[in-house]
C-alpha cells in the first residue's frame, strides 16, 4: 500500500492555472473511479474539492476541476488565488477495498 | 450541522494499547461508511481503516492490520478505533471522517492527538 505519486510542490502567478498530478497502479484507481482531491491550510482539517475523479460538491469554486487518465488523476485549478496556497492531495479506492492518500502537494501562490 | 467529534487520545508507551472514540450528530449515523484517517503533524493524509453503515464489513491499512479494530455503536452514533500494540510510528492525529459516499469524505472531526513514546 504505498501512497500516490505526487509532485511535492507547484507553485503560480494570481491567474495563471496550475495542474497537479497523482499517479499510481490499476489496483491503486480501482474499477470504482472514486478519485478525490482535498485542500488543506495549515493548522486545518481536509476539506473535499474534487470527488468521484470530477465532481465538484457545490460549494467549491468551479476554479477547480478534475480529471483522469489511464493511472493519472489530475487537479486543475485555473485563475489562480492566494487563497488557493494549501496543501492538496488525492486519494483513491483501491480494488481491494482500501483507500490510499498521494503524498501532498504544496501549492505555493507567488 | 454535521459534526464529527473525536476523543481518547493522549501518550502511550509502545506496546500499549488506546481506544478512540468518535460522536457523529447532526446526520444519520446509521447510513454513512466511515473512516479513520490519519496525519503526523507537518506530514501527509494516510488512510487507516474503513467500516460500512452497519458495521458488517471493515478494512485496514497494512500498517495496522492485526492491531487495529474499527467498530461503531449506530444507537450511540459512535464510531470507535481500538489500538493495541501501538508503536511509536503510530504517533499522529487520528481523523473520523463521513464518506459521502463514494469515497467523498465531506466531513472530519477535528481530529485527536495520539502519541506514543517510552
Known amino acids: 500500500q504505498s501512497a500516490l505519486t505526487q509532485p511535492a510542490s507547484v507553485s503560480g502567478s494570481p491567474g495563471q492555472s496550475i495542474t497537479i498530478s497523482c499517479s499510481g497502479t490499476?489496483?491503486?484507481?480501482?474499477?470504482?473511479?472514486?478519485v478525490s482531491w482535498y485542500q488543506q491550510h495549515p493548522g486545518r482539517v481536509p476539506k473535499v474539492m474534487i470527488y468521484?475523479?470530477?465532481k465538484r460538491p457545490s460549494a467549491v469554486s468551479d476554479r477547480f476541476s478534475g480529471s483522469k487518465s489511464g493511472n493519472t488523476a489530475s487537479l486543475t485549478i485555473s485563475g489562480l488565488q492566494a487563497e488557493d496556497e494549501a496543501d492538496y492531495y488525492c486519494?483513491?479506492?483501491?480494488?481491494?477495498?482500501?483507500?490510499?492518500f498521494g503524498g501532498g502537494t504544496k501549492l505555493t501562490v507567488l | 450541522e454535521v459534526q464529527l467529534v473525536e476523543s481518547g487520545g493522549g501518550l502511550v508507551q509502545p506496546g500499549g494499547s488506546l481506544r478512540l472514540s468518535c460522536a457523529a450528530s447532526g446526520f444519520n449515523f446509521n447510513n454513512y461508511w466511515v473512516h479513520w484517517v490519519r496525519q503526523v503533524p507537518g506530514k501527509g493524509l494516510v488512510w487507516v481503516s474503513w467500516i460500512n453503515n452497519d458495521g458488517t464489513t471493515t478494512n485496514y491499512a497494512d500498517s495496522v492490520k492485526g492491531r487495529f479494530t474499527i467498530s461503531r455503536d449506530n444507537a450511540k452514533n459512535t464510531l470507535y478505533l481500538q489500538m493495541n500494540s501501538l508503536r511509536v510510528e503510530d504517533t499522529a492525529i487520528y481523523y473520523c471522517?463521513?464518506?459521502?459516499?463514494?469515497?467523498?469524505?465531506?466531513?472530519w472531526g477535528q481530529g485527536t492527538l495520539v502519541s506514543v513514546s517510552s
Open positions: 486519494c483513491s479506492r483501491t480494488n481491494s477495498d482500501t483507500w490510499v
Open positions: 468521484e475523479v470530477s
Open positions: 490499476s489496483s491503486d484507481f480501482g474499477s470504482y473511479d472514486h
Open positions: 471522517t463521513r464518506d459521502a459516499p463514494h469515497s467523498q469524505f465531506d466531513f
